[in-house]
């Protein structure tokens, strides 16, 4: 098979003003508008052979192909045998699996009308335990939207550390709290922990039926009545809904509780949106594609080891964590999908912050620092707040002044003055934040994703990296005379006593 790389480390690189100057149609073949939001890629150095290049790999790779088998239900999880279906619970998928998973919605929203119908008790909070993709599209998702709409106060409680679980049990009232525990498996000791601690805090505090006004959402139903929980009570979705994939599912149920229903299908209609234009599009008219070119480009022949992504929005302050997980757990990998070492860069290290904060902070670097940082701004036209003063003008002509700041850069006599510029970044500007651009903004990401991979040639879908940590904090908790290297025993005498290490 020819080396479709090749042409792509051989193409010219022209700096950024060059291919302005050089390509008059760049804005417009560079911008993408779907969904309520546009995609700039014209600040990237994205040019038109890089494109073709990339194009080529992409049909090498036969992306379309990958795409066809994620959408219609095929094994593309390779290393576990199994399907990834997300896209299925926006309706986008193999019939029986939409089937299934609008089964499963019609429970969840069966539950919800029950508890909004008092079937529980007056519920005025909803306490949701859960670690991972178990916790982090919920907690984004409802501190985006939430903010002056949200029916009940809501906490996510993730870290093992009992410092979280106790500032959010400090806020609620245990006689009118839904706990919620969310695990894909169901056996994930943080959430399992912080579960039987949020269980006992409702127990000595005299609730009547503690175990009533427990909800579990889960692909492993058996773990959970094992637990403790009634059937009529546990939300499952289906083992092919990863992780890191599954606020779409029954793991989305805080967001339709606090939301409402209505805004949980926006939502998924916002996703599904997304899906479908991820599915038809053009590759060099498909945003999610565009950006895993972009991607690539900076990771594998510009060596970039890190991408930025600033929310100029307070409302999508958690968006860089949420793509931390999505990005990194998906593809922080070093051997493809059929075990050979890669031979190139998989993930960048997804970072990022809010603007204008960061502009303070970070930016510095970024502008004149030594590394190559691809840099994503995502911002939103309308604002939310009502103050009188244009704090939202300013906002976004923060955001656009540094996009073009690092591109353009400026020379000065005095070295320490001048800026280098040709540094790249991307824009995604949303009409609003709402549900439905929401939806389509976590669809774009979650293919992206998936589009990187696919050229990569690696499974995006498993996660064996965190199974190590998980095994050796097992072991120390054990005790036993299990030998550990000379510092951990230390560390361990030190923390725990002589008897433990
Ligand atoms: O440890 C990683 C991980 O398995 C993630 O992939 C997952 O989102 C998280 O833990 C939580 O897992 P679970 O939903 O099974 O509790």
Known sequence: MKDA?????EAEVQPLSTLFESEPDRLARLSVEEAGIR?????????????????????????????????????????????AEHTAERGQGAPESVARAQGFHARMRALIDAI??????????????????????????????????QRYETAVVSNV?????????????????????????????????NAQSALLWMQESGVDDPYGRIVALTANPDKAVEFGVDETRILPFAET????????????????????????????????????????????????????????????????????????????????????????????????????????????IVWGGVGTDAQHAVFQLLHQGTHLVPVEFVAAIEPEHGLAFDHHRQLLINCFAQAAALMAGREA???ARSYPGDRPSTTILLDRVDARTLGALIAFYEHRTFANAVLLGINPFDQFGVELGKEIAKAIDGGGDLDFDPSTKALIARAFGEEQA
Do not use: C
Not at 265 to 290: K, V, Y
């Open 5 to 9: 790389w090749k042409p792509l480390e």
């Open 116 to 149: 909004e119908a008092e079937a529980f008790g007056p519920i005025r909070s909803i306490l949701h335990i859960g670690i991972g993709g178990s916790a982090l599209g919920p907690d984004f998702l409802i501190d985006a939207l939430g903010r002056d709409e």
């Open 161 to 193: 550390d009992g410092a979280a679980l106790e500032a959010a049990l400090g806020r609620f009232d245990p006689q009118t709290t839904l706990l919620v525990i969310a695990s894909k498996t169901f056996t994930t000791s943080e959430t399992m922990l």
């Open 241 to 348: 809904v990863g992780g890191r994939y599954s606020l779409w599912s029954s793991i989305g149920f805080p967001i339709a509780l606090a939301l409402g229903w209505e805004a949980f299908e926006e939502l998924l209609e916002g996703a599904a949106a997304m899906d479908r234009h991820f599915r038809l599009a053009p590759l060099a008219e498909n945003a999610p594609i565009l950006a895993a070119f972009v991607d690539r480009y900076y990771a594998n022949l510009r060596a970039a080891e890190t991408r930025a992504v600033f929310a100029y929005d307070e409302r999508l302050r958690l968006l860089p964590a949420y793509l931390q997980q999505l990005e990194m757990e998906s593809n922080g990998k070093n051997v493809t999908s059929d075990g050979k070492p890669v031979s190139r860069a998989t993930s960048p």
């Open 413 to 415: 006599d005095d070295p």
């Open 39 to 83: 995609f700039d890629f014209s600040k990237t150095h994205l040019s038109e052979t890089l494109l073709a290049g990339f194009e080529t790999l992409a049909e090498t790779r036969d992306l379309a192909g990958a795409r066809e088998a994620l959408f219609s239900g095929k094994t593309v999880n390779v290393t576990e045998g199994r399907a």
